[in-house]
T-cell receptor
Protein backbone atom coordinates (compact mmCIF):
# COMPACT_ATOMS: atom_id res chain seq x y z
CA UNK A 1 0.00 0.00 0.00
CA UNK A 2 1.55 3.34 -1.01
CA UNK A 3 1.83 5.92 1.72
CA UNK A 4 2.44 9.60 2.30
CA UNK A 5 5.10 10.32 4.91
CA UNK A 6 5.58 13.45 7.00
CA UNK A 7 8.43 14.77 9.12
CA UNK A 8 8.79 15.60 11.88
CA UNK A 9 6.06 13.73 13.71
CA UNK A 10 6.15 16.28 16.53
CA UNK A 11 7.59 19.78 16.72
CA UNK A 12 7.74 22.17 19.64
CA UNK A 13 8.72 25.75 18.87
CA UNK A 14 8.74 29.18 20.44
CA UNK A 15 6.29 31.84 19.27
CA UNK A 16 7.80 33.88 16.47
CA UNK A 17 10.07 31.09 15.21
CA UNK A 18 9.91 29.69 11.70
CA UNK A 19 8.93 26.06 11.17
CA UNK A 20 9.07 23.88 8.08
CA UNK A 21 6.89 20.81 7.85
CA UNK A 22 7.85 18.24 5.26
CA UNK A 23 5.83 15.76 3.26
CA UNK A 24 6.95 13.04 0.88
CA UNK A 25 4.12 12.34 -1.54
CA UNK A 26 3.31 9.06 -3.24
CA UNK A 27 5.62 8.90 -6.22
CA UNK A 28 3.25 9.41 -9.16
CA UNK A 29 0.92 11.87 -7.45
CA UNK A 30 0.69 15.39 -8.82
CA UNK A 31 -1.87 17.05 -6.54
CA UNK A 32 -0.81 18.11 -3.07
CA UNK A 33 -2.69 19.52 -0.12
CA UNK A 34 -2.13 20.75 3.42
CA UNK A 35 -4.81 20.57 6.08
CA UNK A 36 -4.75 21.31 9.78
CA UNK A 37 -6.73 20.19 12.80
CA UNK A 38 -6.78 22.26 15.95
CA UNK A 39 -7.31 20.05 19.00
CA UNK A 40 -10.97 19.17 19.39
CA UNK A 41 -11.99 20.71 16.07
CA UNK A 42 -12.61 19.38 12.59
CA UNK A 43 -9.96 19.18 9.90
CA UNK A 44 -9.64 22.40 7.86
CA UNK A 45 -8.20 22.96 4.41
CA UNK A 46 -5.15 25.21 4.11
CA UNK A 47 -3.84 25.02 0.55
CA UNK A 48 -3.72 22.93 -2.60
CA UNK A 49 -0.79 22.79 -5.02
CA UNK A 50 -0.47 21.53 -8.58
CA UNK A 51 2.08 22.04 -11.33
CA UNK A 52 4.31 24.06 -9.00
CA UNK A 53 1.58 26.57 -8.26
CA UNK A 54 -0.98 27.13 -5.55
CA UNK A 55 -4.37 26.04 -6.90
CA UNK A 56 -6.45 27.26 -3.99
CA UNK A 57 -5.87 28.60 -0.50
CA UNK A 58 -8.13 29.20 2.46
CA UNK A 59 -8.49 32.32 4.59
CA UNK A 60 -6.24 30.64 7.15
CA UNK A 61 -3.37 30.53 4.64
CA UNK A 62 -2.16 34.10 5.08
CA UNK A 63 1.21 35.69 4.32
CA UNK A 64 2.83 33.78 7.19
CA UNK A 65 2.36 30.52 5.30
CA UNK A 66 4.10 29.30 2.16
CA UNK A 67 4.41 26.02 0.28
CA UNK A 68 6.92 24.68 -2.20
CA UNK A 69 8.42 21.57 -3.77
CA UNK A 70 12.06 22.51 -3.48
CA UNK A 71 13.53 19.38 -5.06
CA UNK A 72 10.61 17.99 -7.05
CA UNK A 73 9.86 15.36 -4.43
CA UNK A 74 9.36 16.82 -0.96
CA UNK A 75 6.39 19.13 -0.46
CA UNK A 76 6.90 21.62 2.37
CA UNK A 77 4.74 23.95 4.42
CA UNK A 78 6.56 26.87 6.02
CA UNK A 79 5.18 29.04 8.78
CA UNK A 80 7.36 32.15 8.94
CA UNK A 81 6.59 33.47 12.39
CA UNK A 82 4.56 31.05 14.45
CA UNK A 83 1.72 32.16 16.71
CA UNK A 84 0.17 30.30 19.62
CA UNK A 85 -2.93 29.65 17.53
CA UNK A 86 -0.85 27.78 14.94
CA UNK A 87 -0.65 24.88 17.39
CA UNK A 88 -2.40 22.03 15.61
CA UNK A 89 -1.95 18.76 13.77
CA UNK A 90 -0.90 19.41 10.19
CA UNK A 91 -1.76 16.81 7.56
CA UNK A 92 -0.33 16.54 4.09
CA UNK A 93 -2.39 14.76 1.45
CA UNK A 94 -1.61 13.77 -2.12
CA UNK A 95 -3.74 12.55 -4.99
CA UNK A 96 -3.02 10.86 -8.28
CA UNK A 97 -5.10 10.53 -11.41
CA UNK A 98 -8.37 8.72 -10.70
CA UNK A 99 -7.42 8.00 -7.12
CA UNK A 100 -8.53 9.00 -3.65
CA UNK A 101 -6.59 11.49 -1.56
CA UNK A 102 -4.07 9.78 0.66
CA UNK A 103 -3.29 11.44 3.98
CA UNK A 104 0.00 11.46 5.80
CA UNK A 105 0.24 10.62 9.50
CA UNK A 106 0.45 14.29 10.48
CA UNK A 107 2.87 16.59 12.27
CA UNK A 108 1.81 17.74 15.71
CA UNK A 109 2.97 21.33 16.13
CA UNK A 110 3.03 22.98 19.53
CA UNK A 111 3.84 26.69 19.73
CA UNK A 112 4.86 27.96 23.18
CA UNK B 1 -23.90 26.54 7.65
CA UNK B 2 -21.59 23.50 7.58
CA UNK B 3 -21.47 21.82 4.20
CA UNK B 4 -21.07 18.37 5.77
CA UNK B 5 -23.02 17.24 8.82
CA UNK B 6 -22.81 13.97 10.71
CA UNK B 7 -24.94 12.19 13.26
CA UNK B 8 -24.62 11.13 15.92
CA UNK B 9 -21.79 13.25 17.31
CA UNK B 10 -20.92 10.55 19.86
CA UNK B 11 -21.85 6.88 19.91
CA UNK B 12 -21.27 4.16 22.48
CA UNK B 13 -22.00 0.58 21.51
CA UNK B 14 -21.64 -2.87 23.03
CA UNK B 15 -19.27 -5.23 21.29
CA UNK B 16 -21.09 -7.12 18.54
CA UNK B 17 -23.67 -4.42 17.84
CA UNK B 18 -24.50 -3.15 14.36
CA UNK B 19 -23.53 0.51 14.07
CA UNK B 20 -24.71 3.19 11.66
CA UNK B 21 -23.21 6.64 11.25
CA UNK B 22 -24.99 9.12 9.02
CA UNK B 23 -23.69 11.93 6.87
CA UNK B 24 -25.56 14.61 4.96
CA UNK B 25 -24.09 17.25 2.72
CA UNK B 26 -25.42 20.34 1.02
CA UNK B 27 -23.22 20.73 -2.06
CA UNK B 28 -22.81 18.94 -5.36
CA UNK B 29 -19.99 16.43 -5.12
CA UNK B 30 -17.82 14.22 -7.26
CA UNK B 31 -16.85 11.95 -4.36
CA UNK B 32 -17.62 11.26 -0.72
CA UNK B 33 -15.03 9.88 1.66
CA UNK B 34 -15.29 7.98 4.90
CA UNK B 35 -12.17 8.33 7.02
CA UNK B 36 -11.06 6.94 10.36
CA UNK B 37 -9.00 8.82 12.93
CA UNK B 38 -7.55 7.06 15.94
CA UNK B 39 -6.51 8.83 19.15
CA UNK B 40 -2.92 9.10 17.86
CA UNK B 41 -4.29 11.46 15.24
CA UNK B 42 -3.50 9.86 11.87
CA UNK B 43 -6.23 9.79 9.21
CA UNK B 44 -6.93 6.58 7.31
CA UNK B 45 -9.11 6.49 4.23
CA UNK B 46 -11.82 3.81 4.49
CA UNK B 47 -13.92 4.45 1.39
CA UNK B 48 -14.29 6.80 -1.52
CA UNK B 49 -17.77 6.69 -3.06
CA UNK B 50 -19.46 8.40 -5.94
CA UNK B 51 -22.53 6.15 -6.12
CA UNK B 52 -24.06 2.99 -4.71
CA UNK B 53 -22.43 0.90 -2.05
CA UNK B 54 -19.00 -0.40 -1.09
CA UNK B 55 -18.01 -3.12 1.36
CA UNK B 56 -14.69 -3.86 3.00
CA UNK B 57 -14.64 -6.52 5.67
CA UNK B 58 -17.16 -5.52 8.34
CA UNK B 59 -17.55 -2.00 6.97
CA UNK B 60 -20.22 -0.98 4.48
CA UNK B 61 -20.68 2.49 3.00
CA UNK B 62 -23.66 3.65 1.00
CA UNK B 63 -24.50 6.87 -0.73
CA UNK B 64 -27.72 8.35 -2.09
CA UNK B 65 -26.74 11.15 -4.45
CA UNK B 66 -30.30 12.44 -4.91
CA UNK B 67 -30.83 12.78 -1.16
CA UNK B 68 -27.26 13.98 -0.51
CA UNK B 69 -26.88 11.36 2.19
CA UNK B 70 -24.40 8.64 3.05
CA UNK B 71 -24.20 6.02 5.77
CA UNK B 72 -21.33 4.03 7.21
CA UNK B 73 -22.27 0.72 8.78
CA UNK B 74 -20.10 -1.45 10.99
CA UNK B 75 -21.27 -5.02 11.50
CA UNK B 76 -20.26 -7.07 14.55
CA UNK B 77 -18.53 -4.10 16.16
CA UNK B 78 -15.35 -4.65 18.13
CA UNK B 79 -13.48 -2.48 20.65
CA UNK B 80 -10.72 -1.93 18.08
CA UNK B 81 -13.31 -0.08 15.96
CA UNK B 82 -13.27 2.68 18.58
CA UNK B 83 -12.18 5.82 16.74
CA UNK B 84 -13.52 9.00 15.20
CA UNK B 85 -15.23 8.41 11.86
CA UNK B 86 -15.23 11.35 9.52
CA UNK B 87 -17.37 11.98 6.47
CA UNK B 88 -15.82 14.28 3.90
CA UNK B 89 -16.64 15.40 0.35
CA UNK B 90 -14.93 16.67 -2.75
CA UNK B 91 -16.86 18.94 -5.10
CA UNK B 92 -14.69 18.04 -8.10
CA UNK B 93 -12.13 15.34 -8.75
CA UNK B 94 -8.98 17.06 -7.47
CA UNK B 95 -10.60 19.63 -5.24
CA UNK B 96 -9.85 20.04 -1.54
CA UNK B 97 -11.60 17.65 0.82
CA UNK B 98 -14.30 19.30 2.98
CA UNK B 99 -14.50 17.54 6.32
CA UNK B 100 -17.46 16.86 8.54
CA UNK B 101 -17.20 17.20 12.31
CA UNK B 102 -16.67 13.48 12.93
CA UNK B 103 -18.50 10.87 14.99
CA UNK B 104 -16.68 9.57 18.03
CA UNK B 105 -17.37 5.84 18.40
CA UNK B 106 -16.60 3.86 21.52
CA UNK B 107 -17.20 0.11 21.48
CA UNK B 108 -17.32 -1.44 24.92
CA UNK B 109 -16.37 -5.11 25.48
Amino acid sequence: EPEVTQTPSHQVTQMGQEVILRCVPISNHLYFYWYRQILGQKVEFLVSFYNNEISEKSEIFDDQFSVERPDGSNFTLKIRSTKLEDSAMYFCATQGAGETQYFGPGTRLLVL
Amino acid sequence: KNEVEQSPQNLTAQEGEFITINCSYSVGISALHWLQQHPGGGIVSLFMLSSGKKKHGRLIATINIQEKHSSLHITASHPRDSAVYICAVQKTSYDKVIFGPGTSLSVIP
